[in-house]
């Protein structure tokens, strides 16, 4: 049974509901719409519709259940806002590509696609392996490796719906991508934890690749064209450093925000916490699941910050409402550790030096991180140099909301934990980059009006 099939039979087993339930008139226009639907466009149509129907009627809901696909997309639109609304608006293309080798089938399932950001939504399932992990790499038609931000977290169960976010940065989408799946099987170390919840994750490189797919990704140019740039030089003061944010991206995926940073500025400006006001009062939230913010190589600032999207209301984003920073005081780029005597340099605020475990592949090092909604910035940066300059870069790293005093186990709720894994380090002294150096949060938030001027 193929897609619209699915759909098909899930309109027939709403027959039945009630006539006073809102979707009974969707469902009506439906059934006189899909005899003139082209099969592209009609996909397109069915996941719109199917959206709106989740969100009116639990009758709609329970149907869905039944069919896999469209219970794991109902699943994977609850937490991200903008790509919910994208589909709605019949803003989804299709792919349906599929293979098979060695005990498992990779599906990519569908793409959403505007001129900054891919976001593309996939399958692993296999009767073998229990928990699988997938690396992503992306390269170009001639080869090159992609100069993309990437986002493909997650924890997934066999045959559930994986979504990985390609951000590009200083260009824009290309009309072709070649996607490569490395996969790894987590199903035993999954199974340790299980046993000793208090172990952290092995390093990655000690897992093993053990097989991987190869898909080409053709992108329609109507949705690569998709966006548009507001000017704005708008300036501001926060906690005595000047920022002006210089424009406005929008795009059906996500809002860019872009800043620029006074070069007198005694700090950089490494993270931002806003909302985006509407025309009419309503407002726009950060991206909370998937790429939150980019920087540059060459500029150890933060400078461009991604917001749910506009696209598709009527409505201009006014106002700019800043409601916390992180900053990176200059001169405080790196921070010193001797792991042996925990001897250090002042760390960033909210942040202690909990210990330094010396361990068979190197060093084991923890923070504890105050837990507020202003520290959840990353504390280290992967890199780190021994006294020499020798550069190294941490095997993992992993954090906790949850903290357990050594001493008398109790839990710390006010504290959480980051620990990183310096493998194959076997000196006594480590120099360290770190990713803020205190934070800072106004008595009522710091609004930038933007009123853009309409396009068209």
């Not at 001639?142 to 931000?149: E, I, K, Q």
């Not at 790894?184 to 990655?204: I, K």
């Not at 900053?327 to 942040?351: A, C, I, S, W």
């Amino acid at each position: 049974m193929n897609r619209m099939e699915e759909y098909e039979a899930m309109l027939a087993r709403m027959e039945d509901v009630p006539a006073s339930d809102p979707v009974g008139k969707a469902r009506a226009r439906l059934r006189r719409r899909r005899r003139v639907l082209r099969p592209l466009a009609g996909i397109a149509a069915v996941f719109a519709v199917f959206v709106g129907m989740i969100n009116l009627s639990p009758t709609a809901l329970a149907a869905c259940r039944e069919i896999p696909v469209l219970k794991e997309l109902a699943e994977a639109l609850t937490f991200n806002p903008s790509l919910r609304i994208a589909i709605e608006h019949d803003y989804v293309q299709m792919v349906g590509q599929e293979q098979s080798k060695d005990g498992v089938t990779a599906r990519i399932e569908y793409l959403i696609v505007d001129q900054k950001q891919v976001n593309l939504f996939y399958t692993l399932d296999s009767q073998t392996y229990t928990a699988l992990d997938a690396t992503p790499e992306l390269n170009y038609a001639n080869g090159d490796r992609l100069p993309a931000c990437i986002s493909s977290g997650g924890v997934y169960e066999n045959g559930e719906l994986r979504r990985i976010t390609i951000d590009f940065v200083d260009e824009d989408v290309p009309d072709y991508l070649e996607l490569t799946l490395r996969l790894r099987d987590n199903g035993s170390l999954f199974r340790e934890e299980q046993a000793a919840p208090q172990e952290t994750e092995a390093p990655q490189e000690e897992r093993a690749y053990f097989t991987s797919f190869t898909f080409d990704l053709n992108f329609d140019p109507k949705y690569t064209a998709q966006g548009r740039t507001v000017e704005l030089n708008r300036s501001v003061e926060l906690d005595g450093q000047k920022i002006t944010i210089s424009d406005m991206e929008i795009y059906p995926t996500h809002i860019r925000i872009n800043v620029e940073e006074a070069p007198e500025n005694t700090a950089r400006l490494k993270s931002l916490r806003f909302y985006l006001e509407l025309e009419d009062g309503s407002r726009v939230e950060t991206i909370s699941n998937g790429i939150t913010a980019t920087g540059s190589e060459r500029n150890p600032a933060v400078t461009s910050y991604r917001a749910e999207s506009s696209y598709f209301y009527d409505a201009d984003c006014i106002r700019l409402c800043i409601t916390s920073a992180d900053f990176l005081d200059k001169g405080r780029e790196e921070l010193y550790v001797n792991l042996r005597t925990m001897e250090h340099d002042p760390l960033p605020q909210g942040v202690r030096l909990c210990s330094a475990e010396e361990t068979d592949s190197g060093w084991k090092l923890t923070f504890l991180t105050e837990n507020s909604e202003l520290t959840h910035v990353q504390v280290l940066s992967s890199t780190y140099h021994d006294l020499e300059g020798g550069e190294y870069y941490c095997g993992s790293w992993g954090s906790s909301f949850v903290h357990y005093d050594a001493a008398t186990g109790q839990e710390m709720p006010e504290w959480g934990d980051e620990t990183y894994y310096l493998d194959g380090f076997s000196e006594d002294e480590a120099v360290f980059q770190v990713n803020y150096s205190r934070f800072w949060i106004p008595d009522e938030p710091v609004v930038v009006e933007l009123q853009p001027a309409r396009d068209g």
